[in-house]
């Protein structure tokens, strides 16, 4: 019977996970005209003009860069947290690992509130630099965590022979330990992109007049979201696909 149902609920399943993408990737060819709530006819040139609605392609560039810029500092400063989380001993460190588990347990809700106060008392000017700090504020904890289960599970002896072979402290992070936190590195960066890029509560917050693309969505849900947002959707999803079965197909390889 295990042989049997298995198959069947894991099919359900993901059965039920992908209905929304085909549904995305289905509307993403429909001839919608005013709206993109009814299917009215197949038609190519939503792909061939994914910029034909008005600042889908803006607000997806946004995206990009706020995701691009709050990737890059989140990752160098969580990968230096991690880093010192585990292998350092200092006063304040239990403390430490308390707060960065804070931002992920908290309600992005409560979180976006917070924030939209503080920027608010300090009379700071809402718009992509604020949604910038916002990102990397939650996006820390992710890379935080990912890195530190990679830091830790290293093993010690690596940099203290390389130590005993004359290397610097400077050289033996760079030429021993870098190399081997790649792996951790790359999935916190791409964990914190997607996350940057697909957070749409603590941005509404934050943004003041500056959109991005969940925004862009939520706004025009109300009168049908255009079929070039279905497109660019697509696009992510297709080209996420891909970059994951070339991760499988290349340690397949390697193994």
């Known amino acids: ?118 920027f608010l008392s300090l009379r700071v000017q809402l718009g992509f630099w604020t949604v910038v700090a916002a990102h990397v504020m939650f996006c820390i904890s992710f890379v935080v965590v990912t890195v530190k289960a990679r830091v830790a599970s290293l093993d010690p002896r690596l940099e203290e022979a390389a130590a005993d072979l004359y290397a610097s402290p400077w050289h033996a992070f760079w030429r021993v330990t870098f190399p081997l936190l790649i792996p951790g590195i790359a999935a916190a960066a791409l964990l914190s992109f997607s996350l940057s890029f697909d957070d749409f509560i603590v941005t509404n917050f934050n943004s003041g007049g500056f959109t991005t693309f969940p925004k ?29 079965v070339g991760v499988q197909v290349g340690r397949r390889r390697r193994r």
Request: charged letters at 10%; hydrophobic letters at 55%; aromatic letters at 12%.
């Open 216 to 244: 862009f969505v939520y706004v025009s849900a109300t009168r049908g979201i255009p079929p070039q947002a279905n497109v660019i959707g697509s696009f992510m999803f297709l080209l996420a696909l891909v970059l994951v």
């Open 1 to 118: 019977m295990g042989r049997a149902v298995v198959p069947v609920f894991a099919s359900l399943a993901f059965l039920y996970l992908l209905v929304p993408v085909a549904y995305t990737v289905l509307f993403s060819f429909n001839d919608s005209g005013k709206t993109n709530l009814v299917w009215r006819g197949f038609t190519l040139d939503n792909w061939r003009n994914p910029c034909g609605a008005p600042q889908v392609c803006e607000s997806f560039a946004n995206s990009l860069e706020v995701g691009l810029l709050a990737t890059l500092v989140a990752t160098v400063l969580g990968t230096l947290i991690a880093i010192a989380l585990v292998r350092y001993r200092f006063r304040g460190r239990a403390l430490a690992n308390l707060l960065i588990f804070l931002p992920m347990s908290t309600p992005e809700v409560v979180l976006g509130a917070a924030l939209l106060a503080q």
